[in-house]
């Protein structure tokens, strides 16, 4: 009656939404080359001034795990929001993911939080990247608005081929 105990249905949805409140900025601005070379994938990052994540995109989870959430777009770009760097030291402590592996969201749901002073007191960064992991064989385009966003503001779009 009230919709409880529904599943939510996947949606197409080509837009890309700010995982996390701040200053949204292109990849190769990361300081670690295996995102700044885009050796992952094309994507974006943000400098976080919030420990509230959403997720980035609209798609079922298909990673929930540590430091790191994966999800497939109903066009099938997988989509990995990658939290700090260098944080899968820290073996998940810092990160509280409220969704699980099969879960289906849409862009700008609650996925988690992170508490950024675990994160600073092991001398870590705070940036956090969205990256399409199957860049080559699926991305068609790509566009992302740097600057400063709130959380789950609609920021740009992705595209399959």
Known sequence: MFGFGKKKELKEDATLYAPIAGEVIALSEVSDPVFSKEIMGKGYAVEPTDGKLVSPVAGTVTLAQGHALGFTRADGLEVL???????????????????????????????????????????????????????????????????????????????AK
């Not at 990160?95 to 007191?121: C, I, L, P, R, Y």
């Not at 940036?127 to 740097?146: F, H, Q, R, Y």
């Open 81 to 159: 929001l990658h939290v700090g760097i260098d944080t899968v030291s820290l073996n998940g402590a810092p990160f509280k993911f409220s969704v699980k592996q099969g879960d289906v969201v849409d862009g700008g749901d609650a996925v988690g939080t992170v508490d950024w002073a675990q994160v600073e007191a092991a001398g870590l960064k705070k940036t956090t990247m969205v990256v399409i992991t199957n860049t080559a064989d699926k991305l068609g385009e790509l566009s992302v608005t740097p600057g400063t966003a709130t959380t789950g503001a609609a920021i740009g779009n992705a595209t």
